[in-house]
Structure formats: C-alpha cells, structure tokens
C-alpha cells in the first residue's frame, strides 16, 4: 500500500489526512527524517510558507525534502505547498528558500491580502466539471518552463500546475468533501 506523507510542520494537515482516508490511501503525518523516508509520495499543506521553510530548516528538513523531491517523490503543494514546490519565488520573506522542483516562478501572496481572500469554480484539465477553488492570500504563477503544464488558471494567471510526477494548486482543495484533485494527484503522479 502507498503511503501519503503530509508535512505536519504547519496548515492544512488534518483536512489533506481526511481526504487521503476518505480515498482509502495510508496518510501520515511528517515531521522528522525517519518518517519523510517512510513515505512513497508527499503533500505539501497549505498555510504559511515562511512559516514552514523556517520550520523546516530548524527541524533539518529541508535538505531531505529537497533530495526526496528531486530524486522522484511524488509531491502535491498546495496553496503555500505550492510556493514551497516552485525553483524561482518572487515576494518572498527575505532570505525565504523554497524546496524547488517545479520550473517555474511563483509569486507569493499574489491574490492579496487575507480580506482578499475569494472562492471560485474552476475547469481543472483531467476532471470533468468544476472544482470549487478557496484562495486564501493564495499565490499565482508567473512563469512555467516548458515541462509544466498548466492545469487551471483564474484571470490569466495559472492556479494549478503539473510536471512529471510533481502537482501544485493555489488554491486549497483540501478544505471541502470533493476530493477529485487529490485523486488526480494519485492516478497521474504516483
């Protein structure tokens, strides 16, 4: 059986372990070595990004999380997971480094400030009607490599992305009952 690691440094831990019960996948909660090197694929949570990469490096993280993403580990970012996957940040807190993976450039904090926080259906290529997106101070896309595709986009700025066995959305989609982009991350990453 597949085991999903979710980072539990910071966010959104609980709702991406539900979603992974509800699919009937092993989740776990990571925050040390031992237990990132148990898992077969990660979930990087959304919640704060700073707040995680600082974690991260205090909890000697950051360089395992690098290795196992590069090395192949199926990983889906959301929201500040998102950030986290992204090899180039614009809007970062100074100094912030990111774990990298996904060529591309992402800018945090893109959609504004937490009032400005918003709901929308989205058409995310691979599943068929809309998914309800939250953007929570939710990053956007400014750049994709050629490898990337573009899964969704809101206003002309894309909100979800895939390379290889990599996923990012902007948006949370851990925080209601539809876990069809979980699934999607699954069927098509691992």
Same mark, same amino acid.
């Not at 009607?129 to 490898?147: D, Y």
């Given at each position: 059986?597949?085991?999903?690691?979710?980072?539990?440094?910071?966010?959104?831990?609980?709702?991406?372990?539900?979603?992974?019960?509800? &699919?009937?996948?092993?989740?776990?909660?990571? +925050? +040390? #070595?031992?237990?990132?090197?148990?898992?077969?694929?990660?979930?990087? =949570?959304?919640?704060?990004?700073? $707040? /995680?990469? +600082? &974690?991260?490096?205090?909890?000697?993280?950051?360089?395992?999380?690098?290795?196992?993403? +590069?090395?192949?580990? =199926? !990983?889906? @970012?959301?929201?500040?997971? /998102?950030?986290?996957?992204?090899?180039?940040?614009?809007?970062?807190?100074?100094?912030?480094?990111?774990?990298?993976?996904?060529? /591309?450039?992402?800018?945090?904090?893109?959609? @504004? #400030?937490?009032?400005?926080?918003?709901?929308?259906?989205?058409?995310?290529?691979?599943?068929?009607? !809309?998914?309800?997106?939250?953007?929570?101070? $939710?990053?956007?896309?400014?750049?994709?490599?050629?490898?990337?595709?573009?899964? $969704?986009?809101?206003?002309?700025? =894309?909100?979800?992305?895939?390379?290889?066995?990599? /996923?990012?959305?902007?948006?949370? =989609?851990?925080?209601?009952?539809?876990?069809?982009?979980?699934?999607?991350?699954?069927?098509?990453?691992?």
């Amino acid at each position: 059986m597949t085991t999903v690691g979710v980072l539990a440094l910071q966010g959104d831990v609980r709702e991406h372990l539900a979603a992974l019960d509800r &699919l009937g996948v092993k989740g776990t909660s990571v +925050r +040390r #070595r031992e237990e990132l090197d148990a898992c077969d694929a990660l979930v990087l =949570p959304g919640g704060e990004s700073t $707040a /995680m990469w +600082r &974690l991260a490096r205090t909890f000697e993280l950051l360089d395992p999380l690098r290795e196992r993403v +590069r090395g192949g580990m =199926p !990983t889906l @970012g959301t929201c500040a997971g /998102m950030v986290l996957l992204a090899d180039r940040l614009l809007d970062g807190a100074e100094g912030q480094e990111t774990i990298g993976g996904l060529d /591309m450039t992402v800018r945090r904090n893109a959609f @504004g #400030r937490q009032t400005e926080s918003f709901e929308t259906d989205l058409e995310v290529a691979g599943l068929e009607g !809309t998914v309800h997106g939250v953007f929570i101070r $939710a990053p956007w896309v400014e750049e994709v490599g050629s490898g990337v595709e573009v899964l $969704a986009s809101v206003d002309g700025h =894309p909100v979800g992305v895939r390379q290889d066995q990599l /996923m990012a959305t902007s948006f949370h =989609p851990e925080v209601n009952a539809d876990d069809r982009l979980h699934r999607l991350f699954l069927d098509t990453c691992c």
